[in-house]
């Protein structure tokens, strides 16, 4: 089978590819690409906002932080990208696997872990994480909240976050209005997608895209399909909502195994 590469793909502008020949390297080149941007963003702001991915692709970078020497934890903030409409405990919800994996045992202040409230009915979790969000863009005297670094993942079907191919969150004219009537912009919300007939809460592309960097981690055979045609551009993003990731004014890498990359390992 030709490589992907072989075929004329016009990358996208500002899109920086780190292949890895295997998940295992993706997720230790990925976890040092995290600290350093964690590091320079503590050096220049105090602080740093790491919002993390769901999924099961990022648990080895997730183990890979665990192990790995860094002074600064007790000046990070933790966000997620997204978080399925399940309790915290469930086994299915993102907040989970990250703490049983990494953040349970971190120096991370609890209180700098801003999981969803996924207990909660979907509306009223989301509502809580987009006022959560507000206030650090007060702090950061800005309309939207800009994480440090947000890492994502992709699913077969091109979706990111819990941003599913036809969904209405990619069509932001559908911006609620705060109390002045003035267009206010969603940073989070509750999305029922219809090909897994469940609800998810998901960061908003306004919030994805206002990401001082974003780090897509795509692994996997399964995601080649999908990988080339986001890459390839030759989409729009309603129906591979990865591909509003080329819109980004931050930078934005994806780290890739070989099998996502060229279709087979
Ligand atoms: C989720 C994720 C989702 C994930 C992709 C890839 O809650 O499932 O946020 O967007 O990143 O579905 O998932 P895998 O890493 O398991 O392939």
Same mark, same amino acid.
């Given at each position: 089978?030709?490589?992907?590469?072989?075929? !004329?793909?016009?990358?996208?502008?500002?899109?920086?590819?780190?292949?890895?020949?295997?998940?295992?390297?993706?997720?230790?080149?990925?976890?040092?690409?995290?600290?350093? +941007?964690?590091?320079?963003?503590?050096?220049?702001?105090?602080?740093?906002?790491?919002? &993390?991915?769901?999924?099961?692709?990022?648990?080895?970078?997730?183990?890979?932080? %665990?192990?790995?020497?860094?002074?600064?934890? /007790?000046? +990070?903030?933790?966000?997620?990208?997204?978080?399925?409409?399940?309790?915290?405990?469930?086994? @299915?919800?993102?907040?989970?696997?990250?703490?049983?994996?990494?953040?349970?045992?971190?120096?991370?202040?609890?209180?700098?872990?801003?999981?969803?409230?996924?207990?909660?009915?979907?509306?009223?979790? %989301?509502?809580?994480?987009?006022?959560?969000?507000? =206030?650090?863009?007060?702090?950061?005297?800005? !309309?939207?909240?800009?994480?440090?670094?947000?890492?994502?993942?992709?699913?077969?079907?091109?979706?990111?976050?819990?941003?599913?191919?036809?969904? !209405?969150?990619?069509? @932001? /004219?559908?911006?609620?209005?705060?109390?002045?009537?003035?267009?206010?912009?969603?940073?989070?919300?509750? +999305?029922?997608?219809?090909?897994?007939?469940?609800?998810?809460?998901?960061?908003?592309?306004?919030?994805?895209?206002? =990401?001082?960097?974003?780090?897509?981690?795509?692994?996997?055979?399964?995601?080649?399909?999908?990988?080339?045609?986001? &890459?390839?551009?030759?989409?729009?993003?309603?129906?591979?909502?990865?591909?509003?990731?080329?819109?980004?004014?931050?930078?934005?890498?994806?780290?890739?195994?070989?099998?996502?990359?060229?279709? =087979?390992?």
């Amino acid at each position: 089978m030709a490589s992907s590469l072989t075929a !004329p793909m016009a990358m996208p502008r500002g899109a920086v590819i780190r292949l890895a020949d295997s998940p295992a390297t993706l997720a230790q080149a990925a976890a040092s690409e995290v600290l350093a +941007v964690l590091e320079a963003a503590i050096a220049w702001r105090g602080e740093a906002h790491l919002g &993390l991915a769901g999924g099961r692709t990022p648990t080895a970078l997730y183990q890979a932080l %665990a192990a790995l020497p860094f002074e600064g934890w /007790s000046r +990070v903030h933790v966000w997620f990208g997204d978080e399925r409409a399940v309790p915290p405990e469930h086994a @299915e919800s993102n907040y989970r696997m990250a703490n049983e994996v990494w953040l349970a045992a971190a120096p991370i202040p609890p209180s700098q872990v801003h999981r969803w409230e996924s207990e909660l009915a979907p509306a009223a979790a %989301a509502g809580r994480y987009h006022d959560a969000l507000l =206030a650090l863009a007060a702090r950061q005297e800005r !309309p939207v909240p800009a994480l440090d670094l947000l890492l994502l993942g992709m699913g077969a079907d091109a979706h990111t976050a819990s941003l599913f191919p036809g969904s !209405p969150l990619l069509d @932001e /004219s559908q911006a609620d209005r705060d109390a002045h009537g003035a267009t206010a912009p969603r940073l989070a919300a509750a +999305v029922h997608v219809p090909a897994l007939d469940t609800w998810r809460l998901t960061l908003t592309p306004t919030t994805i895209q206002a =990401a001082r960097t974003v780090v897509v981690l795509v692994a996997g055979e399964d995601k080649h399909p999908a990988l080339r045609r986001v &890459l390839g551009q030759a989409t729009a993003a309603i129906d591979a909502p990865a591909v509003l990731l080329h819109h980004l004014p931050g930078d934005v890498a994806w780290f890739v195994d070989r099998a996502a990359l060229f279709g =087979a390992a």
